[in-house]
């Protein structure tokens, strides 16, 4: 069976989980991160994403994401047919990587950001990094310069963050600074492990 070592990490949109990644990496875990390989994965699709949406949508062999995720994210019956090109193919890699980390039978982070939403992995431990949902919209204004109905509607795509907080066994708050983020993550590391030795 696949994923048997694996912590699942998931949040929502500006809850702050690349920063949580990044430091989970510092503190030595390996990492399969979901991004990337969608990323990876939504550029070898491109000529089936060309046919599906349209030639606007790829640019020189690549697919336009910021375009893509402006028609997506506002039309659901869009974005389930991307996500029924995508999803199979994102999980059949991050098993594979999954496959590989468990032989060393140490826990390690697989980045779902969908890790709820599409219920494709059979991961028991998950971590949820949260951000109540007033402080998500008012970071995806201002990292991504949309206005407020544009956030609104990018964090509503996604399972609502404090039923996500709900079903986690481990929940890294980030609703203050870096420094309470890293005690967090740090709390957290020591009990993953503690789990496991």
Same mark, same amino acid.
């Given at each position: 069976?696949?994923?048997?070592?694996?912590?699942?990490?998931?949040?929502?949109?500006?809850?702050?989980?690349?920063?949580?990644?990044?430091?989970?990496?510092?503190?030595?875990?390996?990492?399969?991160?979901?991004?990337?390989?969608?990323?990876?994965?939504?550029?070898?699709?491109?000529?089936?994403?060309?046919?599906?949406?349209?030639?606007?949508?790829?640019?020189?062999?690549?697919?336009?994401?910021?375009?893509?995720?402006?028609?997506?994210?506002?039309?659901?019956?869009?974005?389930?047919?991307?996500?029924?090109?995508?999803? #199979?193919?994102?999980?059949?890699?991050?098993?594979?990587?999954?496959?590989?980390?468990?032989?060393?039978?140490? #826990?390690?982070?697989?980045?779902? #950001?969908?890790?709820?939403?599409?219920?494709?992995?059979?991961?028991?431990?998950?971590?949820?990094?949260?951000?109540?949902?007033?402080?998500?919209?008012?970071?995806?204004?201002?990292?991504?310069?949309?206005?407020?109905?544009?956030?609104?509607?990018?964090?509503?795509?996604?399972?609502?963050?404090?039923?996500?907080?709900?079903?986690?066994?481990?929940?890294?708050?980030?609703?203050?600074?870096?420094?309470?983020?890293?005690?967090?993550?740090?709390?957290?590391?020591?009990?993953?492990?503690?789990?496991?030795?």
């Amino acid at each position: 069976m696949s994923f048997n070592y694996a912590f699942a990490l998931t949040g929502g949109i500006a809850t702050g989980k690349s920063t949580v990644l990044k430091q989970l990496k510092l503190s030595g875990f390996r990492v399969i991160d979901a991004d990337q390989i969608s990323h990876e994965v939504i550029d070898e699709q491109s000529s089936k994403i060309e046919e599906i949406f349209g030639k606007e949508f790829v640019k020189d062999g690549k697919v336009d994401r910021k375009a893509l995720g402006s028609i997506i994210f506002v039309d659901k019956v869009k974005r389930k047919q991307l996500e029924k090109l995508l999803h #199979p193919l994102i999980y059949r890699k991050i098993k594979e990587k999954a496959d590989k980390l468990d032989r060393r039978a140490e #826990p390690y982070i697989v980045d779902i #950001p969908l890790f709820y939403e599409n219920g494709n992995y059979a991961i028991a431990n998950v971590i949820v990094v949260y951000t109540p949902k007033e402080k998500q919209i008012q970071r995806v204004m201002e990292r991504d310069n949309f206005t407020r109905e544009e956030a609104i509607l990018r964090i509503e795509a996604q399972l609502d963050i404090e039923q996500k907080r709900e079903n986690a066994l481990y929940v890294i708050d980030n609703s203050s600074n870096l420094k309470q983020l890293e005690a967090e993550v740090n709390r957290v590391k020591e009990e993953i492990l503690g789990d496991n030795i």
